[in-house]
Protein backbone atom coordinates (compact mmCIF):
# COMPACT_ATOMS: atom_id res chain seq x y z
CA UNK A 1 0.00 0.00 0.00
CA UNK A 2 1.36 3.73 -0.53
CA UNK A 3 2.22 4.06 3.36
CA UNK A 4 5.07 1.51 2.82
CA UNK A 5 6.34 3.33 0.08
CA UNK A 6 5.75 7.25 0.66
CA UNK A 7 8.97 7.66 1.53
CA UNK A 8 10.01 6.62 -1.61
CA UNK A 9 8.19 9.03 -3.81
CA UNK A 10 8.59 12.87 -4.19
CA UNK A 11 6.31 15.77 -5.86
CA UNK A 12 6.25 15.60 -9.28
CA UNK A 13 6.31 19.82 -9.11
CA UNK A 14 8.48 20.18 -6.66
CA UNK A 15 10.60 16.93 -5.82
CA UNK A 16 10.27 17.74 -1.88
CA UNK A 17 8.95 14.43 -0.30
CA UNK A 18 5.87 14.04 0.98
CA UNK A 19 3.63 13.03 3.97
CA UNK A 20 0.78 10.78 4.22
CA UNK A 21 -2.11 12.55 5.46
CA UNK A 22 -6.22 11.06 5.44
CA UNK A 23 -5.66 10.49 2.44
CA UNK A 24 -3.81 12.49 0.68
CA UNK A 25 0.10 12.65 -0.62
CA UNK A 26 1.60 16.39 0.32
CA UNK A 27 4.61 18.26 0.01
CA UNK A 28 6.32 20.96 2.24
CA UNK A 29 5.47 23.55 -0.81
CA UNK A 30 1.84 22.49 -0.48
CA UNK A 31 0.96 20.38 -3.54
CA UNK A 32 -1.12 17.92 -3.16
CA UNK A 33 -2.91 14.85 -4.84
CA UNK A 34 -5.57 12.34 -3.45
CA UNK A 35 -5.51 8.91 -3.36
CA UNK A 36 -7.64 7.70 -6.29
CA UNK A 37 -10.83 5.54 -4.16
CA UNK A 38 -8.92 2.23 -6.15
CA UNK A 39 -6.06 2.95 -4.17
CA UNK A 40 -3.60 4.61 -6.37
CA UNK A 41 -2.06 7.69 -6.33
CA UNK A 42 -2.18 9.72 -10.25
CA UNK A 43 1.23 11.81 -9.93
CA UNK A 44 1.42 12.46 -13.70
CA UNK A 45 1.55 16.23 -14.53
CA UNK A 46 1.30 18.45 -17.20
CA UNK A 47 0.27 16.76 -21.11
CA UNK A 48 1.44 14.02 -21.89
CA UNK A 49 1.45 11.78 -25.22
CA UNK A 50 1.37 8.52 -23.16
CA UNK A 51 -1.91 7.25 -21.83
CA UNK A 52 -0.80 3.13 -21.63
CA UNK A 53 -2.91 0.57 -21.57
CA UNK A 54 -6.22 0.67 -22.49
CA UNK A 55 -9.03 -1.30 -19.74
CA UNK A 56 -9.05 -3.86 -22.74
CA UNK A 57 -5.28 -4.79 -22.61
CA UNK A 58 -4.73 -4.44 -19.06
CA UNK A 59 -8.03 -7.08 -18.62
CA UNK A 60 -5.95 -9.56 -21.52
CA UNK A 61 -2.62 -8.85 -19.50
CA UNK A 62 -4.14 -10.10 -16.00
CA UNK A 63 -6.40 -13.08 -17.82
CA UNK A 64 -3.04 -13.99 -19.70
CA UNK A 65 -0.40 -13.97 -16.98
CA UNK A 66 -3.01 -15.85 -14.28
CA UNK A 67 -2.96 -18.84 -16.31
CA UNK A 68 1.04 -19.17 -14.98
CA UNK A 69 2.65 -19.00 -18.61
CA UNK A 70 4.68 -16.53 -17.75
CA UNK A 71 5.97 -17.88 -14.43
CA UNK A 72 9.41 -18.61 -15.36
CA UNK A 73 9.95 -14.96 -15.97
CA UNK A 74 8.10 -14.22 -12.59
CA UNK A 75 10.86 -16.93 -11.08
CA UNK A 76 13.96 -15.88 -12.50
CA UNK A 77 13.55 -12.42 -11.61
CA UNK A 78 12.97 -13.28 -8.13
CA UNK A 79 15.78 -15.35 -8.12
CA UNK A 80 18.04 -12.08 -9.52
CA UNK A 81 16.76 -10.22 -6.63
CA UNK A 82 14.88 -11.93 -3.56
CA UNK A 83 13.56 -9.73 -1.07
CA UNK A 84 15.95 -6.69 -1.29
CA UNK A 85 14.72 -3.49 0.08
CA UNK A 86 12.68 -1.48 -2.05
CA UNK A 87 11.58 -2.78 -5.57
CA UNK A 88 10.56 -0.59 -7.95
CA UNK A 89 8.85 -1.81 -11.31
CA UNK A 90 8.30 0.56 -14.09
CA UNK A 91 5.77 0.27 -16.98
CA UNK A 92 4.31 -2.06 -14.28
CA UNK A 93 1.22 -3.12 -15.70
CA UNK A 94 -0.32 -5.32 -12.88
CA UNK A 95 2.39 -5.58 -11.05
CA UNK A 96 2.92 -9.16 -11.94
CA UNK A 97 6.61 -9.41 -11.51
CA UNK A 98 6.78 -7.14 -8.82
CA UNK A 99 4.58 -9.08 -6.16
CA UNK A 100 6.65 -12.06 -7.31
CA UNK A 101 10.03 -10.66 -5.68
CA UNK A 102 8.68 -8.40 -2.92
CA UNK A 103 9.45 -10.73 -0.40
CA UNK A 104 9.76 -8.85 3.17
CA UNK A 105 10.26 -5.67 1.31
CA UNK A 106 8.18 -3.44 -0.41
CA UNK A 107 7.04 -2.86 -3.90
CA UNK A 108 6.25 0.77 -6.12
CA UNK A 109 4.36 -0.06 -9.12
CA UNK A 110 4.82 2.76 -11.85
CA UNK A 111 2.48 3.05 -14.90
CA UNK A 112 1.18 5.61 -17.03
CA UNK A 113 -2.43 3.94 -17.29
CA UNK A 114 -5.14 4.02 -14.95
CA UNK A 115 -6.30 1.09 -15.70
CA UNK A 116 -3.34 -0.73 -14.97
CA UNK A 117 -2.51 1.42 -11.32
CA UNK A 118 -6.03 0.25 -10.59
CA UNK A 119 -4.71 -3.53 -10.86
CA UNK A 120 -1.37 -2.76 -9.18
CA UNK A 121 -2.58 -1.50 -6.38
CA UNK A 122 -3.95 -4.40 -5.31
CA UNK A 123 -1.26 -6.77 -6.01
CA UNK A 124 0.32 -7.27 -3.11
CA UNK A 125 -0.14 -5.76 0.36
CA UNK A 126 3.07 -3.96 0.43
CA UNK A 127 2.62 -2.69 -2.90
CA UNK A 128 2.10 0.80 -3.54
CA UNK A 129 0.78 1.78 -7.04
CA UNK A 130 1.68 5.44 -8.71
CA UNK A 131 0.37 6.54 -12.04
CA UNK A 132 3.58 8.29 -13.98
CA UNK A 133 4.97 8.56 -17.37
CA UNK A 134 8.13 6.39 -17.36
CA UNK A 135 9.73 9.34 -20.05
CA UNK A 136 9.04 12.07 -17.74
CA UNK A 137 11.06 12.85 -14.71
CA UNK A 138 9.95 10.19 -12.39
CA UNK A 139 8.63 11.12 -8.69
CA UNK A 140 10.67 8.89 -7.11
CA UNK A 141 13.48 10.01 -4.77
CA UNK A 142 17.25 9.74 -5.88
CA UNK A 143 18.26 6.50 -4.90
CA UNK A 144 15.48 5.09 -3.50
CA UNK A 145 15.61 1.64 -5.10
CA UNK A 146 17.13 -1.58 -3.84
CA UNK A 147 15.90 -2.59 -7.33
CA UNK A 148 14.44 -1.71 -10.40
CA UNK A 149 12.33 -4.02 -13.01
CA UNK A 150 11.47 -3.04 -16.40
CA UNK A 151 9.99 -6.07 -17.84
CA UNK A 152 8.55 -5.25 -21.77
CA UNK A 153 8.57 -1.77 -21.14
CA UNK A 154 9.96 1.30 -21.91
CA UNK A 155 13.66 2.58 -20.23
CA UNK A 156 14.59 5.62 -19.32
CA UNK A 157 18.41 5.52 -18.55
CA UNK A 158 18.69 9.09 -16.94
CA UNK A 159 16.26 8.09 -14.58
CA UNK A 160 16.89 4.76 -14.11
CA UNK A 161 20.25 5.69 -12.98
CA UNK A 162 19.31 8.57 -10.29
CA UNK A 163 17.14 6.28 -9.05
CA UNK A 164 18.88 3.09 -8.38
CA UNK A 165 20.94 3.05 -5.31
CA UNK A 166 24.83 2.50 -5.80
CA UNK A 167 24.87 -0.87 -4.12
CA UNK A 168 21.26 -1.55 -6.52
CA UNK A 169 20.70 -3.45 -9.53
CA UNK A 170 18.47 -3.36 -12.85
CA UNK A 171 16.53 -5.85 -14.47
CA UNK A 172 15.74 -5.92 -17.82
CA UNK A 173 13.69 -8.26 -19.20
CA UNK A 174 13.38 -8.06 -23.46
CA UNK A 175 12.28 -10.70 -26.03
CA UNK A 176 13.81 -12.83 -28.07
CA UNK A 177 13.28 -13.26 -31.64
CA UNK A 178 12.12 -16.42 -31.50
CA UNK A 179 9.51 -15.22 -28.80
CA UNK A 180 5.99 -16.38 -29.87
CA UNK A 181 7.73 -17.23 -32.85
CA UNK A 182 5.18 -19.46 -34.17
CA UNK A 183 2.21 -16.76 -33.82
CA UNK A 184 4.21 -13.79 -35.42
CA UNK A 185 4.03 -14.34 -38.65
CA UNK A 186 0.24 -16.09 -38.98
CA UNK A 187 -0.98 -13.50 -37.03
CA UNK A 188 0.51 -10.47 -38.53
CA UNK A 189 2.10 -9.50 -35.03
CA UNK A 190 4.85 -6.82 -34.16
CA UNK A 191 8.14 -8.41 -34.56
CA UNK A 192 11.30 -8.18 -32.14
CA UNK A 193 13.61 -5.50 -33.42
CA UNK A 194 16.95 -7.37 -34.27
CA UNK A 195 18.40 -4.35 -33.12
CA UNK A 196 17.24 -4.57 -29.72
CA UNK A 197 20.11 -5.85 -27.99
CA UNK A 198 22.34 -2.79 -29.62
CA UNK A 199 20.18 -0.27 -28.68
CA UNK A 200 19.33 -1.62 -24.77
CA UNK A 201 23.17 -1.85 -24.69
CA UNK A 202 23.44 1.73 -25.90
CA UNK A 203 20.73 3.12 -24.63
CA UNK A 204 22.40 1.91 -20.68
CA UNK A 205 25.97 1.44 -21.62
CA UNK A 206 26.80 5.36 -20.59
CA UNK A 207 25.07 4.83 -17.01
CA UNK A 208 25.41 1.28 -16.27
CA UNK A 209 27.37 -1.65 -16.40
CA UNK A 210 26.12 -4.89 -17.56
CA UNK A 211 26.88 -7.88 -15.19
CA UNK A 212 25.11 -11.01 -16.67
CA UNK A 213 22.66 -11.86 -19.04
CA UNK A 214 20.11 -15.47 -18.87
CA UNK A 215 18.24 -16.70 -22.13
CA UNK A 216 15.04 -18.09 -20.43
CA UNK A 217 13.37 -20.05 -23.06
CA UNK A 218 10.59 -22.58 -22.56
CA UNK A 219 7.43 -24.08 -24.25
CA UNK A 220 4.20 -22.66 -23.94
CA UNK A 221 0.69 -24.99 -24.85
CA UNK A 222 -1.98 -22.15 -25.33
CA UNK A 223 -5.43 -22.49 -26.07
CA UNK A 224 -7.45 -19.93 -28.44
CA UNK A 225 -8.58 -17.95 -25.79
CA UNK A 226 -5.12 -17.66 -24.25
CA UNK A 227 -3.37 -16.63 -27.48
CA UNK A 228 -6.10 -13.86 -28.11
CA UNK A 229 -5.09 -12.81 -24.68
CA UNK A 230 -1.22 -12.69 -25.21
CA UNK A 231 -1.67 -10.35 -28.26
CA UNK A 232 -4.05 -8.57 -26.79
CA UNK A 233 -2.32 -7.42 -23.67
CA UNK A 234 0.63 -6.09 -25.67
CA UNK A 235 2.36 -3.86 -28.53
CA UNK A 236 0.59 -5.55 -31.35
CA UNK A 237 -3.00 -4.71 -29.61
CA UNK A 238 -2.13 -1.08 -30.97
CA UNK A 239 -1.82 -2.28 -34.73
CA UNK A 240 -4.18 -5.30 -34.79
CA UNK A 241 -7.52 -5.32 -36.42
CA UNK A 242 -10.12 -7.56 -33.72
CA UNK A 243 -12.18 -8.67 -36.71
CA UNK A 244 -8.97 -9.91 -38.84
CA UNK A 245 -7.24 -11.32 -35.40
CA UNK A 246 -10.49 -13.50 -35.12
CA UNK A 247 -10.06 -14.91 -38.96
CA UNK A 248 -6.21 -15.90 -38.11
CA UNK A 249 -6.77 -17.04 -35.07
CA UNK A 250 -9.00 -19.56 -36.56
CA UNK A 251 -6.53 -21.11 -38.82
CA UNK A 252 -4.65 -22.15 -35.60
CA UNK A 253 -4.44 -25.11 -34.03
CA UNK A 254 -6.51 -25.18 -30.93
CA UNK A 255 -4.35 -25.60 -28.41
CA UNK A 256 -1.05 -24.11 -30.34
CA UNK A 257 2.77 -25.10 -29.36
CA UNK A 258 4.52 -21.35 -28.83
CA UNK A 259 8.27 -20.99 -27.85
CA UNK A 260 8.62 -18.18 -25.24
CA UNK A 261 11.95 -16.72 -25.10
CA UNK A 262 13.58 -13.78 -23.56
CA UNK A 263 17.08 -12.44 -21.99
CA UNK A 264 17.13 -11.23 -18.17
CA UNK A 265 20.09 -8.51 -18.25
CA UNK A 266 21.18 -7.19 -14.95
CA UNK A 267 22.70 -3.93 -14.20
CA UNK A 268 24.31 -1.97 -12.09
CA UNK A 269 25.69 1.73 -11.69
CA UNK A 270 28.73 2.94 -13.21
CA UNK A 271 30.90 4.55 -11.02
Not at 135 to 151: E, F, G, I, M
Not at 190 to 199: G, H, I, L, S, T
Request: hydrophobic fraction near 45%.
Amino acid sequence: MLADVIDALCCPHCRQPFVLESGTARCAAGHAFDIARQGHLNLVTGRTANTGDTAAMVAARADFLATGNYQPIRDALAAAAPGRGLAIELGAGTAYYLAGLVGDGTGLALDVSTYAARRAAKAHPRIGSVQADAWQDLPVRDRAADVVLSVFAPRNPAELARIVAPDGVLLVVTPNAAHLGELVGVLGLVRVDEEKDRRLAAGLGTAFTRTGDTVIEWRMTLDRQAVRDVVEMGPSAWHTDPDELADRLATLPDPVEVTASVTLSCWTVTG
